[in-house]
């Protein structure tokens, strides 16, 4: 029986196939490109036959996918989505890099939801809400993050609790490591820009491309490991789109990279107690 809404990410054979038949490939450097080449039917079949929908949309009323999102995160427990961050930016299992973003936002939602009673929180979600979740988990499989369109956490959270989350290897952990001392060593002017473009440089993330680089900085960003001053992290307490808007239009100096991470800077450095909180040592 077809899943129309699978809850695994796609790995090996499911993934390229996934990829085609969203026009993708990979290039040399195994990086996603866009494919010219027509999709083909026989794959889209491939694709329906495995459980992976192509282009199939589902749609949910808001308290729907709250309570699921709210369901799924209560599967889940910090330690086990640190340690899949760290293997997500380690690269073994990029899956991990969202679940962080994710798991935050659900975890303060039963107290956002009470406090709104009888309405809903602001929480960023429209009604109805409309999830690909096949299209949600390969972006997941490939690495990409997201923290401004809560629509897509629904898939990871429910992947992460129906098949686990991954652990980190030695190597993922040293690149961890060797990323937040990175950061700790910036000068006090240093931008999220200019941090990425120095992470680009110092090779630091392989396999990585300028917006995974974002993403993984702005998953240290959510939970705090590195701070600002505009908006508390999302790790701490629910943080409303409202709350969210208008730090941004306060003083975020750029619109291509939103807060917390725009309000960053190497002056602020890593919050090291909190660091060692959520990844202790001898993690």
Not at 56 to 64: D, F, G, M, S, Y
Not at 204 to 228: C, F, H, S, W
Request: some cysteine; proline content about 9%; overall charge positive.
């Amino acid at each position: 029986m077809t899943e129309s809404r699978p809850n695994r990410i796609p790995h090996g054979d499911d993934l390229l196939l996934v990829m085609r038949c969203r026009g993708y490939g990979r290039n040399r450097a195994g990086r996603p490109v866009k494919l010219v080449s027509p999709v083909e039917p026989a794959d889209l079949a491939e694709a329906e036959r495995r459980g992976w929908p192509i282009g199939r949309i589902t749609t949910l009323p808001i308290r729907e996918a709250l309570d699921r999102a709210v369901a799924a995160a209560q599967a889940l427990n910090l330690h086990q989505v640190m340690q899949a961050f760290v293997a997500g930016v380690g690269g073994s299992a990029p899956r991990g890099r969202q679940i962080p973003i994710a798991y935050a936002w659900a975890l303060h939602l039963p107290g956002a939801i009470a406090a709104a009673a009888p309405a809903l929180p602001d929480c960023g979600l429209r009604e109805p809400v409309k999830v690909d979740f096949t299209g949600e988990l390969m972006r997941l499989a490939l690495g990409y993050v997201w923290n401004e369109v809560p629509e897509r956490y629904l898939p990871d959270l429910e992947a992460a609790a129906a098949e686990g989350l991954p652990t980190p290897t030695a190597d993922d952990r040293a690149r961890f490591d060797a990323l937040i001392a990175f950061i700790a060593a910036q000068p006090g002017d240093t931008t999220p820009g200019i941090l990425e473009q120095g992470l680009a440089r110092a090779k630091i993330l392989p396999g990585t491309d300028k917006y995974n680089r974002y993403g993984i900085l702005q998953g240290l960003a959510e939970i705090g490991v590195m701070p600002n001053a505009a908006i508390p992290p999302s790790l701490d307490r629910h943080v409303a789109v409202a709350e969210r808007h208008a730090a941004q239009f306060r003083g975020a100096p750029r619109s291509d990279i939103v807060l917390p991470l725009a309000a960053w800077r190497g002056s602020l450095g890593i919050d090291h107690a909190r660091l060692e909180r959520l990844f202790p040592a001898g993690r």
